[in-house]
């Protein structure tokens, strides 16, 4: 049972073109390998763009009640890694369980909050209209925002610090503002498990302070929460269990166990030229 | 991604000026059409109508009139509401691609039924129009064409069959093709009360799925990503705003034109998003300025024989957006080049008070500065400096004697504080930012206008500067 010991991973990749060839065989022998007590299981999880392979053969499980750090270099496949799971892109193999179920059973429990830069700011919309996208789950098609909601939203606006803000339109608010935004959004759903794609990207001290105290306290309260982050510094402090990710999962635990110079050296040192290179052949051979 | 979007806006603003000129040149060709067309010289333009004519039309009098100028209202409305949200999903300009796409579906439902029904023209417009959207979707899955490129080539190849089966018609000759190039340029006069009436309740159903929808089509506008991982089928909310953009841009043929139909979808959005900073306000104003527009047009076209309808509405909203653009509140351009001189004003205050205080800082408390001596502080223009001086001793900062200047109590406290922020930024860009202390002094001087209140008091605690008034370090004295 692989993916109930992340941190026995760490050397199964050492050849992962090999690997890839043994899982496809090996599929039908460990279907389903899930942990059910792990609020994210990812079983053997292969992800193509325009069938160019940028996740290969991903086998996790987030241990629950812990922050996670999801960290690797540029293209490594952070983001592409959560949208994968919660069904965003489409995967060219493999399973995603949330709490032992698929995504779409589990979808209240699971919180997301996408790179700010994902969306237009300029939107017409204030604080509290964003955050209250997150009510729109538990609201019924054609139905409009209720009292209840509203209120929900405001609460959230204010455990991140922003309730004075509430009326604001968004283009008016700073970068760090912006995200405790994407955060609240979140906050509002109360969901057990939360994705978070880089939350810390280009937002001032007081926000990054703000939000690691957030964290710890939805941690605290017994919510998992995974992180894409990019600052190889702050990891140690800021996480419990950590994430390390090239295109496939280098190594993953604790991080006082696995944070460490070889690690970080496979994950970031030499690029991958010979899965690079396969990708692009899959990649080539698909179009024909 | 964020480069990609700001651009498609642009795209969207951009065709503003361009759908009014194109209006223009309608209502031109328009007029030079009927001195062609006519060949009298007592009958050879545009006949101007009477002040009673005006005024029947203006109150709705007649009964075809009445008909022609509420269904014209309603579709405007329904545009402005539907458009705001194509506007903000950044699909606007799909909506070109879809209006020039429905001519080929007009000629051929004419070619299969042999006569002008208005019905089975709007169903085959409808369907080449659908038949264009999807080939732009198409086109653009394929690599290396551009959303831009998709719809220009969809646009014009579509379009283009379009006239060629139109001239076919012509060849045939049947005698019942007459009319059939109204739907170019649209013609709200032919439109018979049952034309008006359709018109009028398809808006109705535009608007009311708007209402019902309103959740879902401001999620997915605003974060697709989101609405898709929220469990919401955001294709088919996509599906059915396309289809409401369908319903509305072929409803409008008739009375707008296809080539002027999209102006109502972007138009009213574009110019309604200067007036306030909500969803629900922009929509409202959005179909506020469509149904003004949709008024107005038909209203002129139906008392000024031979002014083509779409063009006079496309040009109401075009002078809407102007208006918006010019003088709203805040986005606007007046509003805008306001701010700046009030800025441009409080700097040029500043540096008066700041140079005062540096005197003061030399020389010692209450000194008296030489006009001349304070002049040679920056380079003012004679008649700025003296504006500078008038308005100072006008606020109560400066006290003024023959040709020399004093600080007031007042004055003195602000100068003081301009001071400091100058000498706070200065030492943070030194520290910090590691910037040579000769060059820190202009930088400061374009900063320490906008600093805020709680960003000198963080300036203070990261600087662990005590001092009131820190000293300047550019060590030259009296700081000059």
Not at chain 2, 164 to 187: D, H, P, R, W
Not at chain 2, 196 to 220: D, N, P, Y
Not at chain 2, 290 to 304: C, D, E, L, Q
Request: charged share 20%.
């Amino acid at each position: 049972m692989r993916s109930s010991a992340p941190s026995a991973d760490t050397n199964k990749h050492a050849d992962p073109f090999a690997t890839m060839i043994l899982t496809r065989r090996d599929v039908s022998a460990i279907a389903e390998d899930h942990d059910a007590a792990s609020p994210l299981s990812i079983h053997d999880m292969t992800v193509a763009y325009h069938r160019k392979p940028v996740l290969w053969d991903i086998d996790y499980a987030a241990p629950a009640g812990k922050l996670v750090g999801i960290v690797g270099p540029n293209g490594a496949g952070k983001s592409t890694l959560l949208k994968a799971c919660l069904d965003l892109i489409p995967r060219a193999s493999g399973s995603v369980r949330f709490h032992g179920e698929p995504y779409r059973v589990r979808r209240r429990e699971v919180g997301y909050v996408p790179q700010r830069e994902s969306v237009d700011w300029d939107f017409p919309a204030r604080a509290l209209d964003v955050v209250a996208m997150g009510c729109y789950g538990r609201i019924p098609w054609c139905w409009p925002v209720r009292r209840k909601d509203r209120e929900a939203a405001r609460d959230a606006l204010s455990r991140v610090g922003m309730a004075d803000y509430a009326t604001r339109q968004i283009s008016k608010l700073s970068g760090g503002q912006q995200q405790r935004v994407f955060l609240a959004r979140a906050l509002v759903q109360d969901a057990r498990t939360y994705l978070m794609d880089e939350p810390f990207a280009g937002v001032d001290a007081a926000t990054e302070a703000a939000i690691v105290t957030l964290l710890r306290t939805l941690r605290d309260n017994g919510k998992t929460v995974l992180v894409v982050h990019h600052d190889l510094q702050t990891v140690p402090e800021y996480f419990d269990h950590v994430v390390l990710l090239n295109m496939r999962i280098v190594a993953a635990g604790p991080t006082a166990e696995i944070f460490n110079e070889s690690n970080l050296q496979k994950t970031y040192g030499g690029r991958l030229t010979l899965l690079d290179k396969a990708a692009h052949v899959v990649a080539r051979e698909g179009r024909r | 991604m964020m480069q990609d979007r700001a651009g498609h806006r642009r795209d969207a603003t951009l065709s503003v000026p361009i759908v009014i000129l194109v209006g223009i040149a309608v209502v031109m060709l328009n007029s030079t059409d009927a001195v062609a067309q006519t060949r009298s010289i007592t009958d050879n333009s545009i006949t101007w109508p009477t002040w009673e004519k005006f005024w029947r039309a203006l109150t709705l009098r007649d009964h075809t009139t009445r008909v022609v100028v509420i269904g014209t209202t309603l579709l405007g409305m329904a545009a402005g509401v539907i458009g705001t949200f194509a506007y903000l999903r950044k699909r606007a300009m799909l909506g070109d691609a879809l209006s020039h796409a429905t001519l080929p579906g007009i000629a051929l439902a004419f070619l299969i039924i042999g006569e002008k029904q208005l019905g089975w023209l709007t169903v085959g417009a409808a369907v080449t129009g659908v038949v264009g959207v999807l080939a732009v979707m198409g086109l653009r899955r394929i690599p290396r064409v551009k959303e831009d490129a998709a719809i220009g080539i969809v646009l014009s190849v579509f379009f283009g069959v379009g006239m060629v089966l139109l001239s076919l018609i012509q060849e045939l000759n049947t005698g019942k093709e007459a009319g059939l190039g109204s739907f170019i340029y649209g013609k709200a006069a032919a439109m018979l009360t049952s034309d008006a009436q359709t018109i009028g309740v398809l808006a109705g159903v535009v608007v009311l799925c708007c209402v019902l929808l309103f959740k879902e089509f401001r999620l997915v506008c605003f974060d697709q990503a989101y609405a898709s991982a929220q469990g919401w089928p955001v294709a088919l909310i996509d599906l059915l705003m396309m289809s409401l953009v369908v319903l509305t841009t072929v409803v409008g043929l008739q009375a707008v034109g296809l080539i002027l139909v999209v102006a109502l979808l972007i138009v009213p959005a574009a110019a309604a998003r200067f007036w306030t900073d909500a969803l629900l306000p922009m929509t409202l104003v959005a179909a506020a300025f469509g149904a003004i527009s949709g008024w107005f047009g038909s209203t002129v076209s139906a008392f000024v024989s031979r002014m083509p309808t779409g063009a006079v509405i496309v040009l109401s909203a075009g002078v809407l957006f102007l208006i918006s653009m010019i003088a709203s509140p805040h986005r606007g351009v007046l509003a805008t080049i306001l701010r700046r001189w009030q800025l441009a004003r409080r700097i040029a205050d500043q540096h008066l008070l700041r140079a005062m205080a540096e005197f003061e800082e030399s020389r010692g408390l209450a000194t008296t500065v030489d006009e001349s001596e304070l002049w040679s502080m920056r380079s003012w223009t004679a008649s700025g400096f003296s504006q500078v001086l008038a308005r100072a001793a006008r606020t109560g900062w400066i006290a003024r004697n023959k040709h020399s200047v004093q600080l007031t109590e007042t004055g003195r406290a602000s100068a003081r504080r301009v001071l400091t922020n100058h000498r706070l930024w200065e030492l943070y860009l030194i520290r910090y930012a590691d910037i040579a202390p000769s060059h820190v002094d202009r930088d400061a001087d374009e900063i320490e206008h906008v600093l805020s209140e709680e960003l000198v008091t963080e300036l203070r605690q990261a600087l662990k500067e005590k001092a009131d008034v820190p000293p300047s370090p550019h060590n030259l004295g009296a700081g000059i």
